[in-house]
């Protein structure tokens, strides 16, 4: 399979500070949070014209959540301990099981390589009093090794609008604080965990006309934590084969509040979310093939409450009520692939995953792949495969009740799970010469796709019951071409084009935001005194929204330079958005960049450097 990977190092150049922003401008890949303004501008990833619950959110192997709206945050997820960021695009369900219809990105931690004490630091400012220190502290020794991470990040928000107290992006401020352990237990015998809290809080604000009363400020805050714990043991059993076990334990508890300004008449919602996990996977090795079999079982719970300050009879009551009923899913799965060298030059991978799901019954998805390299420089790679995903917890239970305004929205626990064929293949072409090419293509055909019936299931005391249903098919086709060349030691170049076509066809139109082309272009040169330049720039084309109506295209500059100044210190500074492209708010489904342009000027420090 093909993997794109992005280093911390190049994310850095890149000037990111969170995983949305490092794989913002990998070609294939669309991350505008101003596409998801109606669940409060989470940074969700596109791939392959799938997202939200379609694209599988992993760390280090295990699945992310604590979702907003169905889609995982990317912005809450910090660099500090980061090593790499690896892309996959395509249904990989027949490996990691659900929601991997549109791709997968696994986020993954290194070690430090560095014998003894080690460590490494980020100190930024940016415009709108943005605030970012990200470090890490390591040892290692002959058997065992251990670093404490950390990371802080803080932001004014943006209003789009002058004389306003509506923000289009709301104030945020972010900590991070991490554990990571790792030691040989033998001469065969591996272990490792990881243990991390991620906190999240952003202060909204929004105004809301009230005819006869004038105009009411509304604040919007938001808190949001989460626990991991993951702990791997790893056993070399000989000859390239091993085992791997896997314990994960994560929790997710996110409160969000309207705190009408002056006020007592309020709302709050408490949602909590937990997943338990555990996997077994052998690798086995026997020549020219290679066994993977292995087995997961999950338990995921969720719960979401409604607290309601109201007026009853004159006098000021609160009231609290499940919005989503207390859900339990579990799962059980197993699977096996086989890599098959059946030539020096031609190696079959055939996979397939088989899950048992409490809720909806049992699912089996299959995937063949070849990869055939004629000559050293060039591969040839073609697969097929079935992706699926499983009903949410809260498409199963949930019980939106706005019955005040003549609607509710009900879980459904009859909800089967989406389905999809997808099949693609590519081309790659790298010489001695420091030239790469690669061509790719791909079809994804979805079934079942879960939606809100716009027709009510019921009808009662004038309030309409609507309720979730597998009502919606898809498809997505595509084609991709990128390129690097490194012209000396000193220059290098990279560039890429997207294509996407996508189609509706329940109602036979696009789906909605999906930008058809995409251009992005790389430049990094290594200057005289030392000086690194980097410069990225993205094209991203008008796409549907509804009949007569298009999101704008727009395009963005980045650039950044770096100089080391003394010992592991190294000096940069940079802009983000140099064109100052930005949303507007009068503009009916304007997906541009809400920030605008950023400005940035900070230090690293490396002693020594921690290397991936």
Known sequence: MRVDVVTREEAERRGATNVAEAIAGQPGVQINPAAYGDIGNPSAIQIQGLDRQRVLILEDGERVIGDVGGAIDLSRMPLSDVARVEVVAGPMSS???????GGVVNVVTGQPLAPGFSGRARLEGRSRRGVIAQGNASW????????LDGNFFRTDGVSLLEDSVDLAMPSRLQGMLGLRVGGKLGRRM???GRMRWI???SE???SQVVPGLGTYRIDLPQRTDRFTLHLVELVELGRGSSLRLALGQQWAFDTTRKDRFESPLDESRDRRASLSSLEATGTFADGRRTWVVGMRAEVEKLSQSLTKVELVGGDVQSRTADELVPVTLGSVAGYAQLGWRLLDSLTLLAGGRAEMHLRYGGVAVPRLALAYQPTENVTVRASVGRGFRAPAAKEIGFAFDHGALGYRVLGNPDLGPETSWGT????SFKSRAGLLLRGSVFANWIDGLIDIDIRPAASQGGVDDYTYRNIGRARTFGAQIDGAVTLSRVLRAEA???YLWTRDDENLRPLEGRPPHTVVTALRAELPLRIELVLRYRMVTDAFLDEGLRTPGFQTIDARIARPVVGGFRAYAGVLNALGVQKDPGRLGDQRPVQGRTLYLG??????????
């Open 204 to 206: 909204g604000r929004q």
């Open 424 to 427: 693609s293949g590519d081309v």
């Open 95 to 101: 490996l990691y099981g659900t929601s991997a219809i």
């Open 603 to 612: 230090l690293t420090a490396d002693l020594p450097a921690e290397e991936p």
């Open 190 to 192: 591996r272990l490792q």
């Open 140 to 147: 290692r020794g002959e058997r065992a090794w251990a670093t």
């Open 496 to 498: 890429g084009y997207s």
């Open 199 to 201: 906190h999240d809080a």
